[in-house]
T-cell receptor, first 113, second 116 residues
């Protein structure tokens, strides 16, 4: 069974800092991995999708990396802003387990002005 | 393009009552998902449709939950009868095409269900 964990559960940083969010998964036979952002009372907004053949993806101030062999992905946020405050979730689509997304519990990020 | 639409946004019912949620996916998206998200947790897949056929409903509590996707577009998710542990946000998502493994999922804002 694929299990996804995210560390830390919560993070508070001052505005302008660069930060890293971590995602770990137990089964490295993945198809792809997707990072989402969730604002309070809202659905999930897709940030980056990394296919299993890729090492990283970039969008603006966001960079996501994937290391399948070690079962890890990181989301790097450069020059954080208060508007980045949200919960960040990673989801793994496995080659096994019906090929459906398994989500981590999320990291709640607060960027202080 | 218009996003995934869900209604209602909020619902409060008493236990043992029934409730239904509605989802309209992004136009042209063949795959539709229903997720349950309990407070403080990531979403858990309940059911996946490909057009109007069920691809995976292995985590759907079939004694009380049912879902349909008539004509391969809109979908409804029903709970009957509701239990206290069903209190959660129910999220609908869709993705493009029939070979969707490489495609991102797009989510609606969800329906927040509270069971009294």
């Amino acid at each position: 069974k694929q299990e996804v964990t995210q560390i830390p559960a919560a993070l508070s940083v001052p505005e302008g800092e660069n930060l890293v969010l971590n995602c770990s998964f137990t089964d490295s036979a993945i198809y792809n991995l997707q990072w989402f952002r969730q604002d309070p009372g809202k659905g999930l907004t897709s940030l980056l999708l990394i296919q299993s053949s890729q090492r990283e993806q970039t969008s603006g101030r966001l960079n996501a990396s994937l290391d399948k062999s070690s079962g890890r992905s990181t989301l790097y946020i450069a020059a954080s802003q208060p508007g980045d405050s949200a919960t960040y979730l990673c989801a793994v689509r496995s080659d096994n387990y019906g090929q459906n997304f398994v989500f981590g519990p999320g990291t709640r990020l607060s960027v202080l002005p | 393009e218009a996003g995934v639409a869900q209604s209602p946004r909020y619902k409060i019912i008493e236990k043992r009552q029934s409730v239904a949620f509605w989802c309209n996916p992004i136009s042209g998206h063949a795959t539709l998902y229903w997720y349950q998200q309990i407070l403080g947790q990531g979403p858990k897949l309940l059911i996946q449709f490909q057009n109007n056929g069920v691809v995976d409903d292995s985590q759907l509590p079939k004694d009380r939950f049912s879902a349909e996707r008539l004509k391969g577009v809109d979908s409804t998710l029903k709970i009957q009868p509701a239990k206290l542990e069903d209190s959660a946000v129910y999220l609908c998502a869709s993705s493009l095409g029939t070979g969707t493994l490489g495609q991102p999922q797009h989510f609606g804002d969800g329906t927040r269900l509270s069971i009294l």
